[in-house]
């Protein structure tokens, strides 16, 4: 199985039209007809696309009532929508907020008995005032994460501002430090955080994780929300993360990994690529390497994808692995350079293996990212089709295995290098 990671440009904190919502004035909606709803749903997808953004979290106060809307929406026009909503806790001195967010199989019926149960608006905690204003839950935020189900987890928006988890003027003391380091709070997002701020502030030594009272800055994620109230703001703010499939495991996995697998739309390391899209790949890299012809320890063609990053063979002894690292190594590299008893072996075994095999491999040349293909056989060496002639391959490739790194380490177990 060939499982293929890749970077998704998200939005986690986004509202609707339930709540204080800026509607754009060139169409008048009546969003008491489901007809208006899904027209102006689609609206708002077409928009996010056009953003790039391809998932959203909603985050709408106190309220499910566009989930379902927002849910359907999204999988007509290829937007991943996960379920959500924001709450402001009954601790502090004006709340914290905070974005609950359940897997894309959620309902808007799921949030509103959420919403009546581990987020504390049972009686007599409303949800809205009699102006509609969304009012406070009767739980704390630590209350709140410590009943919340294992399939939901709380993002912290704005951390550093109004109503922020880690804001001065809205949580202190046991409450924050609590909040902040409870292992169900996936991420936060404190602002824009420049490493290059020298300024000694409670607020810069948090973004730049220079806090030794908190140990939890070493490891939480921070993400980059819009926070939109209108069609122009959504994904004015984003985060590109690193998932597989899109689902609240791969983002909680996601955020468990965080300087590997989040990059915000402030982090410099997106600066080394031209477009600020960490998708594209600029370095060199093998596409797939095919084994054809007669192979000596198989009946039958075998062909690996490979992946521009990390990849990883696994299988038990005889699956393989061994002849995959021959094929690269026939290709791009032969055995030449390998320690004399490595070198022995590896000939011996494509003398067994694959002396009347055929190997393709598909390469792509760095920046260019121009596609070449490398053949191999026994007979004529590895050749590389450039613009219709087959010429030596020069795409060189370090292969290494571990007899010969061990190979290389055992000669002289004083040697350094």
């Known amino acids: 199985m060939f499982a293929m990671t890749r970077w998704w440009k998200c939005d986690l904190q986004v509202a609707t039209p339930a709540w204080e919502f800026r509607l754009p004035g060139d169409v008048a909606y009546d969003f008491t007809r489901p007809n208006d709803r899904s027209a102006f749903a689609d609206r708002y997808m077409t928009q996010l696309k056009a953003s790039g953004i391809e998932v959203i ?26 379920p959500g909503c924001e709450i402001t806790t009954g601790s502090g001195a004006d709340g914290i907020h905070a974005v609950v967010v359940g897997d894309v ?48 987890l709380v993002i912290a928006p704005h951390a550093l501002g109004q109503n922020g988890i880690a804001s001065a003027d809205t949580a202190k003391g046991d409450i924050r430090w609590q909040s902040l380091h409870h292992p169900r709070l996936g991420a936060i997002d404190p602002g824009p955080c420049d490493p290059a701020d020298g300024c000694d502030s409670f607020n ?8 030794d009272h908190f140990p939890c800055l070493d490891s939480l994620a921070f993400v980059s929300t819009s926070d ?52 594209e790949i600029r370095h060199a890299w093998i596409e797939r390497v095919e084994l054809g012809g007669t192979l000596g320890n198989s009946t039958s063609a075998l062909r690996v994808d490979f992946h521009p990053c990390l990849n990883v063979l696994i299988g038990g002894r ?100």
């Open 57 to 82: 979290a909603i985050a709408d106060h106190n309220t499910d009532g566009w989930i379902d809307v927002m849910t359907d929406a999204g999988r007509r026009n290829g937007v991943v929508v996960f």
């Open 105 to 152: 199989t959620k309902t808007g019926r799921d949030f509103d008995l959420l919403l009546a149960g581990p987020l504390g608006f049972s009686p007599p905690h409303a949800r809205f005032d009699r102006n509609r204003q969304p009012l406070p839950s009767g739980k704390t935020l630590v209350q709140i994460l410590n009943g919340l189900p294992d399939d939901y």
């Open 204 to 211: 810069s030594r948090f973004r730049n994780r220079a806090l």
């Open 228 to 279: 939109a109230y209108s069609l122009d703001d959504l994904g004015r703010r984003f985060t590109w993360i690193r998932m597989e499939d899109v689902t609240l495991e791969a983002l909680r996995q996601a955020f468990l990994d965080r300087d590997a697998r989040i990059r915000c739309d402030w982090d410099p390391r997106l600066i080394d690529y031209p477009s600020r899209d960490p998708n």
């Open 318 to 417: 005889g699956s393989g692995k061994s002849t995959v690292v021959a094929a690269v190594r026939q290709l791009y590299s032969g055995s030449a350079a390998l320690p004399d008893p490595i070198r022995d072996e590896a000939e011996q075994f494509v003398a067994q293996v694959l002396p009347k095999a055929e190997i393709v491999g598909v390469h792509r040349i760095r920046t260019s990212r121009e596609q070449q293909v490398a053949t191999w056989t026994n007979q004529t060496g590895s050749l590389t089709d450039v613009q219709g002639s087959s010429v030596p391959t020069t795409y060189r490739v370090r292969v290494v295995n571990q007899k010969e790194l061990f190979a290389r380490v055992s000669q002289d177990p004083r040697d350094p290098f």
